[in-house]
């Protein structure tokens, strides 16, 4: 056996691990930033208020750091985690039919807004008659009525 395999193994069984002290340290850091500010400073008489400053501006920023790192979900992506399913396709496909039920036709519509009292006149847009279009030309007329006139001298 190696000399560094038996120095690893008289460490494992020894003492503890350094991912144990690593552990131990956070929990005392985590423990020392919930105690009160006055256990931070020394109980010297002078420099208390600069201390406590001091202090109280290092747990502002650690909090603000930690603000900043977390992430913040919206409302929607709370609900989608809670549910899990997605019923945006079925909603939008109620809403249309809803919608296609609701409409008036255009020929109602511009009835009622004609008839509407408070309408003004000048927004209210009349259709033109077409002129008729006959089937018979002028001449054709003037021939019928040469025909079924009696001549009259």
């Excluded at 899990?84 to 079925?90: E, H, I, K, L, V």
Aim: glycine residues 4%; charged residues 40%; positive net charge.
């Amino acid at each position: 056996m190696s000399l560094n395999l038996v120095s690893q193994s008289l460490d494992l069984d020894l003492g503890p691990s350094k991912s144990d002290l690593q552990q131990k340290q956070k929990s005392k850091k985590k423990d020392k930033e919930v105690q009160n500010a006055l256990d931070h400073i020394n109980t010297n008489r002078q420099g208390v208020k600069k201390q406590l400053r001091k202090v109280e501006q290092r747990q502002k920023r650690t909090s603000a750091e930690k603000r900043k790192k977390r992430k913040l979900k919206s409302g929607i992506e709370k609900y989608q985690e809670e549910k899990g399913q997605d019923y945006t396709q079925s909603n939008l496909v109620a809403l249309k039919h809803i919608t296609d039920l609701g409409k008036v036709s255009r020929d109602i519509s511009e009835k009622i807004l004609y008839k509407h009292p408070c309408r003004l006149s000048r927004d209210v847009k009349q259709k033109q008659k077409e002129e008729e279009v006959s089937l018979f030309t002028e001449e054709d007329f003037q021939k019928f009525a040469k025909e079924y006139k009696p001549n009259i001298r």
